[in-house]
């Protein structure tokens, strides 16, 4: 059995992201979701009350994948993902992703991780489980 390339409390490099209009009307367009909340300004406004458009909570949980799969490279595989959305997010935000090693056994390891809005508000956690390539 060879060692695990990670320990328990390494961290994955901070990654920030920033919305714009077209990204959220394209990201909903691919995904079939025809909420306006995320298009439709004046819609989001008047109809539902929040200040801006709102950055999708699958989308956030896609850019927090992207951070798994850029650290894991040809390293390994993400075996297992779950994100949960603990506070809007609007375009204009600028999130901040970060993670952390959690756990390490001889099947891989499970990351921690969260997007943080500007004002250090989490909107977004996560819990990845990981698998490494066997070692020649």
Known sequence: M??????????????????????????????WNPHRIHYDLPYTQQAEGHPQLLIDGPLQGDWLTQMVEEWLGEHGVLASFTYSNRLAAYLGDVLTGAGQVTECD?????LSLTLNNQNDKTTTVATARVRFQARA
């Open 106 to 110: 001889e099947q891989g390891a499970t």
């Open 2 to 31: 060879s060692r695990l390339p990670v320990a328990v409390g390494d961290t994955l490099e901070t990654r920030r992201f920033e919305a714009d209009s077209v990204q959220l009307f394209l990201y909903n367009a691919a995904i």
